[in-house]
């Protein structure tokens, strides 16, 4: 993995200490999509995220996984099924399929359309 990421003076942490360190949610103008900014700690091997985004009911949103990430610092963009408002629930969950798996980090966030 060293030649995807040159930066060799990064501490990288075995699985069980592995974190999701920054869950920020953007929203779009157009209040129909979601900018996710997600950062976990340098790993030495690669997680799994699970990503949900639910409504003020707990109803899912939109969700996606993400298998084996190339780097720690991820940006995705969501978007929202149906005519939704906030406020909106993202969560994001870190596990390793046979391993450890870490506490879910939330992110509670509005999003309307600038026009209504």
């Known amino acids: 993995m060293a030649f995807f990421l ?10 069980e200490e592995t974190r999701i360190t920054l ?5 779009y ?3 129909r999509r979601v900018r996710v900014n997600l950062e976990i700690t340098p790993f030495q091997e690669r997680p799994y995220i ?6 003020v009911h707990g109803d899912e949103v939109a969700s996606t996984t993400i298998v084996e990430p190339m780097t720690w610092k991820l940006e995705l963009t969501l978007h929202l099924r149906g005519a939704q408002r906030g406020p909106f629930t993202l969560e ?5 399929p046979d391993g450890p798996q870490a506490r879910p ?12």
């Open 6 to 15: 040159p930066q060799d003076n990064l501490q990288r942490v075995a699985p």
């Open 23 to 27: 869950l920020k949610a953007e929203p």
């Open 29 to 31: 103008p157009d209040g």
């Open 50 to 55: 699970e990503i949900l985004l639910s409504d």
């Open 92 to 96: 994001a969950k870190l596990f390793y």
């Open 105 to 116: 980090v939330t992110c509670i966030f509005n999003a309307a359309p600038e026009n209504g």
